[in-house]
């Protein structure tokens, strides 16, 4: 368990060594976050001993109890970074409860979603889309309790009906959020697809939610979309921006992608899902490989602004 930073003083700066033994971590998993996240010495000269501030200190003895929290090491860093460290403890103090609330609901969720309870689903997560939107509550609740039920299929060898049953609730509370947009913020509509043969599409459910939720009118095609029908839409709604979705990367195929027709103006195609990251499709100022749920729609934004 951490030690309190509180004995470092302002002016004191300390080695990776002590640090690790304040925080109770190996010295090279401080490297690591240093590495990797860019939580470290905020003085380090290159060639020289790292030494830490009781700022840098501070900020790690966050990152460290949101961890332990549940907050994954990477989201546990980008919240102890962005800390302003004027009243710094009440807010990590927040922050951690914040995350023992999320570990408590995602786990409430697990157990009724083994019971079969949908009523109670239901419930929960429209209150959590109610206080903190569509993409949060996919972040920080579903995708987490996804990760519990395919956990458990991989443990016990069983469980694809409660897969099957959660990802249909999950449809039905996300299309809620994908009814008529008043005045939305752009006139062509945004086209949403899963590429031919592409059954997965749960995420690009969310992304239409989210962008419904940011008033973005999209149009959406779902799961296993003919290479036919796609160029139809694209043909007769001309959208700014196209978002491809493939889960698995014998479904990424590049040709989709390149017997689509030409359009003016040229729309941006953004690209979604694991499935495209082992594929051959070269990125271009039009071709765009997204990053998670966030970056698309910022890809999308920034398409509509053009």
Not at 8 to 29: C, K, M, N, Y
Not at 54 to 76: E, F, N, Q
Not at 78 to 90: E, M, P, V, W, Y
Not at 177 to 201: D, F, Q, W
Request: glycine share 6%; net charge positive.
């Amino acid at each position: 368990m951490a030690r309190s930073v509180s004995t470092v003083e302002a002016d004191e700066s300390l080695t990776v060594a002590a640090v690790a033994r304040r925080l109770g971590v190996a010295p090279a998993t401080l490297r690591t976050w240093d590495r990797r996240y860019g939580i470290g010495p905020t003085n380090h000269d290159s060639g020289t001993h790292r030494r830490y501030s009781a700022s840098d200190v501070t900020r790690l003895s966050a990152m460290v109890r949101l961890i332990v929290a549940g907050v994954t090491p990477k989201d546990a860093a980008i919240k102890a970074l962005g800390l302003n460290l004027q009243g710094a403890q009440n807010k990590v103090e927040k922050l951690i409860q914040k995350s023992e609330d999320q570990c408590d609901l995602v786990s409430l969720l697990f157990k009724s979603t083994l019971k079969f309870d949908q009523g109670k689903i239901e419930k929960i997560i429209r209150k959590s889309i109610s206080d903190i939107g569509v993409e949060q509550t996919w972040v920080e609740v579903i995708s987490p309790l996804l990760v519990l039920v395919g956990d458990e299929w991989v443990r016990t060898g069983t469980g694809i009906e409660i897969e099957h049953f959660l990802s249909e609730v999950l449809r039905k509370i996300l299309s809620e959020n994908l009814g008529t947009i008043s005045r939305p913020k752009n006139s062509r509509p945004v086209l949403l697809a899963c590429v031919e043969n592409e059954m997965h599409s749960l995420a690009l459910l969310v992304l239409a939610a989210v962008l419904a939720e940011a008033r973005i009118e999209c149009i959406f095609l779902g799961a296993r979309t003919p290479q036919s029908a796609l160029n139809q839409v694209i043909i007769k709604s001309a959208p700014p921006a196209i978002f491809l979705w493939a889960q698995l990367s014998e479904n990424a195929d590049h040709k989709y992608v390149k017997s689509m027709p030409s359009i003016r103006p040229a729309p941006r195609v953004l690209l979604g899902g694991p499935g495209w990251k082992t594929s051959k499709v070269a990125a271009s100022n039009k071709l765009v490989m997204t990053e998670g749920l966030r970056d698309a729609r910022e890809q999308i934004i920034e398409a509509l602004a053009v």
